[in-house]
């Protein structure tokens, strides 16, 4: 088997930046054969101009471009029926085609295709529904689950359940995580010991209105009533924006205060600096499906505190040091000043758990995975298993 894979285009303020990468790695140690199907970007920005997840523009170029040269190698019959086609996306500007050729094409060519779903209009928390796409999306989402030979990957049981009660038809599995590498991240700062670090909670996530920044900014200003050395930060990879602006204002408001620093602009190092100089990273989001960030916390040595809301627990391994009662102000501070206080025992746990992301859906790929298929009418029953 081959896999002809198919990336995201390269944000240094993004996690795409390294999925590549991470990806590579993971498929190099594995002795996987595999081609890296290119695109081509719009501009050399880099920049999120329209949009919040990615550039609107960006996307749809950088996807069809990549699209046209996939096409070219089932024209030339370079890829078969014993191939596999991994989109690190289940939305990709072309999908179109994959059906409208295979269905013409003998089986022989026709090769599993594997879709990793990141949110989409399952989600109810999406950008699409803040945008008014879910319409169109979720048609969309029922063409790409009438591909021939489409297996579907999500990131968690609870996505899974959303994927079912939308009636999705594909084969369904948890790869319970997000591509992530551990040894890339750790390699590039340095880490300080826990109790020589900043008395600093960090908020990485972008400050959308799905991430809750209003439970935080009001976190702050509570918190710091009772401990008035301690210091928040907002890091942002570009500048700081929001799909409601109410919430900017907020945060440069608090920031005038004195209550809050906000990074902007930041590229992956310095950002890496912060959190490796940090006690907490602290989370508040109604949609994340894993969230690279709580990855990257717990590998650079910072303890993590999320609410334990859909897929959290699985992430977690229901934790309940490290899980707060969402949306319980009282109970996320209780937790909070433990967690500034000392390391967690189980720190490290989780980036370990997703440093084997890749692994796990390589497994999917070569039908070592299928402990992770979600048929049938009991998809539910391992919810609450913990994964590690």
């Not at 990468?21 to 140690?29: M, N």
């Not at 717990?298 to 897929?311: T, W």
């Not at 040091?321 to 490290?348: C, F, H, N």
Request: charged residues 25%.
């Amino acid at each position: 088997m081959k896999i002809f894979y198919m990336g995201l285009e390269s944000y240094q303020a993004r996690y795409t930046y390294q999925l590549t990468d991470w990806t590579k790695r993971a498929y190099d140690k594995r002795g996987v054969k595999y081609e890296i199907i290119p695109g081509d970007t719009i501009d050399d920005s880099e920049a999120i101009v329209t949009g919040q997840v990615l550039d609107a523009h960006g996307r749809s170029y950088f996807g069809m471009s990549q699209m046209m040269n996939l096409v070219k190698k089932l024209k030339a019959g370079e890829i078969t029926d014993k191939d596999a086609i991994f989109f690190e996306d289940m939305f990709q500007p072309g999908m179109e085609s994959l059906p409208y050729i295979l269905q013409q094409t003998p089986e022989k060519y026709r090769p599993t295709i594997y879709l990793r779903c990141l949110a989409q209009a399952i989600d109810p928390d999406d950008f699409v529904h803040v945008w008014g796409m879910s319409k169109w999306m979720s048609l969309y989402e029922q063409m790409c689950n009438e591909i021939p030979n489409v297996v579907i990957l999500a990131s968690n049981e609870e996505m899974v359940a959303h994927m079912r009660i939308a009636n999705w038809r594909a084969p369904i599995y948890n790869i319970s995580g997000l591509s992530f590498g551990k040894e890339e991240v750790q390699g590039r700062v340095a880490q300080k010991p826990f109790m020589e670090r900043k008395n600093r909670v960090v908020f990485g996530a972008r400050w959308d209105q799905e991430k809750q920044p209003q439970f935080f900014l009001d976190m702050i200003q509570k918190f710091k009533e009772k401990h008035p050395d301690t210091e928040f930060a907002i890091c942002q990879g570009g500048p700081l924006r929001s799909n409601n602006e109410y919430y900017v204002k907020e945060a440069q408001y608090l920031a005038k205060q004195g209550l809050l620093t906000i990074h902007e602009n930041l590229q992956k190092n310095e950002y890496y600096e912060i959190l490796a100089d940090s006690r907490v990273l602290f989370n508040c989001a109604l949609q994340d499906w894993t969230s690279n960030t709580v990855s990257e916390a717990d590998a650079l040595g910072a303890n993590v505190l999320f609410p334990a809301y859909r897929s959290f627990p699985e992430v977690f391994a229901n934790d309940h040091t490290r899980l707060y009662v969402p949306w319980s102000m009282q109970d996320a501070m209780d937790k909070l000043e433990i967690l500034l206080s000392k390391p967690s025992p189980s720190m490290g746990q989780i980036s370990d758990w997703t440093d084997g992301t890749i692994d796990r859906m390589l497994d999917i790929m070569t039908g070592k995975g299928e402990q992770w298929r979600r048929d049938g009418n009991h998809y539910r029953t391992p919810v609450s298993e913990n994964k590690y």
